[in-house]
């Protein structure tokens, strides 16, 4: 396929206006149309707008990015997959286990398409430095891992569906957390054991504004992570701390610029007069190639046939695993819940 892989984006909101810049940048990819519950949305004079999603996948497209609340995800996927097209879908790709082994069933029906999920920090440079480290064998085997993801708040809207567990799903630990969760599973493997807390700390929600967890696979490696909605001091961190020494990313280059900026850090663990305290290397990442880089793979992936390697859909189904496994694993939490939910049906 030599010409122009054609797209079409189902919801045009912040994602979809980060997407729609990826694919108008490409050379290999050209916008055709789109759709979204407000028309009127500016910045897309230049594609087709169509007034549903099933209109969108009807055009003149090859692939659909799907780009709407998490409710929505299951079906326009496998209404694109049944019409023959690829798809990039945001993550979390649903609200639930049910939603995403839905999405496999289909992609198992067709597999002829490509079904990508957007996990885009593992396209971090700090990230794609720390994973070249690791997987030198310079510094030995890892020992643990700890994660810090942190934000203040929300849009500030009062409707806010990431507010509405109906359409969401989850909290702040389903909404930021998943990408840490996703990282730790990108260094480590998968996790067979965890004990969590979760907890509604300050937001006036039904769901998460807090949850830590910790986390151990089957080689004894642990991981420990706190998702935070109320870090008043936006963070990212994630540490690696390995036989022989460590590697840090430190800031993330977000499109607010409201994290530090990203520095990644490694050294060599020291004896004799610098015990704990190693000469580190410093490396200042200053912009985010992940958007372009997570549709370059997409692209690749349709047009040579080469299989997805980040985000696929058994990323999405174990990372999306571990959220609900943390979930479960604080019982105050779950009886929280319950109560809750009591007191919306009565």
């Known amino acids: 396929?030599?010409?122009?892989?054609?797209?079409?984006?189902?919801?045009?909101?912040?994602?979809?206006?980060?997407?729609?810049?990826?694919?108008?940048?490409?050379?290999?990819?050209?916008?055709?149309?789109?759709?979204?519950?407000?028309?009127?949305?500016?910045?897309?004079?230049?594609?087709?707008?169509?007034?549903?999603?099933?209109?969108?996948?009807?055009?003149?497209?090859?692939?659909?990015?799907?780009?709407t609340p998490n409710r929505f995800i299951p079906d326009v996927t496998i209404a694109a997959l049944e019409a023959g097209k690829h798809v990039f879908v945001e993550k979390p790709p649903g609200r639930n286990m049910e939603d995403i082994s839905r999405i496999m069933e289909a992609e198992k029906a067709h597999p002829g398409q490509v079904v990508k999920v957007g996990f885009n920090h593992r396209y971090h440079y700090g990230i794609m430095e720390a994973k070249k480290i690791v997987e030198s064998g310079m510094y030995g085997k890892i020992l643990w891992v700890r994660g810090v993801y942190g934000k203040a708040e929300g849009s500030g809207k009062p409707d806010e569906w990431r507010d509405n567990p109906d359409i969401s799903g989850g909290g702040i630990l389903f909404d930021q957390g998943i990408h840490m969760l996703d990282l730790f599973r990108h260094f480590c493997g998968e996790f067979s054991e965890i004990k969590s807390m979760v907890t509604t700390a300050f937001w006036d929600t039904t769901l998460e504004d807090n949850a830590f967890a910790l986390l151990r696979n089957d080689d004894g490696r642990i991981a420990m992570l706190h998702s935070s909605f109320t870090q008043w001091k936006h963070r990212f961190l994630i540490e690696i701390f390995m036989e022989d020494g460590y590697v840090i990313v430190d800031g993330m280059p977000s499109s607010t610029r409201s994290y530090r900026d990203e520095w990644i850090y490694h050294a060599k663990k020291h004896t004799g007069y610098a015990i704990g305290n190693p000469h580190e290397e410093a490396t200042f990442c200053n912009i985010d190639p992940s958007w372009d880089m997570e549709l370059a793979e997409f692209v690749d992936c349709v047009k040579n046939g080469n299989p997805v390697q980040n985000g696929t859909t058994r990323d999405a189904y174990e990372t999306m695993n571990l959220v609900f496994k943390i979930y479960a694993g604080d019982e105050k939490w779950k009886a929280e819940q319950r109560e809750k939910q009591k007191k919306l049906k009565g």
Not at 27 to 37: A, R
Not at 39 to 67: H, T, W
């Open 1 to 67: 396929m030599n010409d122009p892989l054609k797209i079409g984006i189902v919801g045009l909101g912040k994602m979809g206006g980060i997407r729609a810049k990826t694919v108008r940048d490409n050379d290999e990819t050209v916008l055709v149309s789109g759709t979204d519950p407000d028309l009127n949305r500016k910045g897309f004079d230049d594609i087709e707008l169509l007034p549903d999603y099933q209109s969108v996948i009807n055009s003149d497209v090859d692939a659909i990015m799907v780009c």
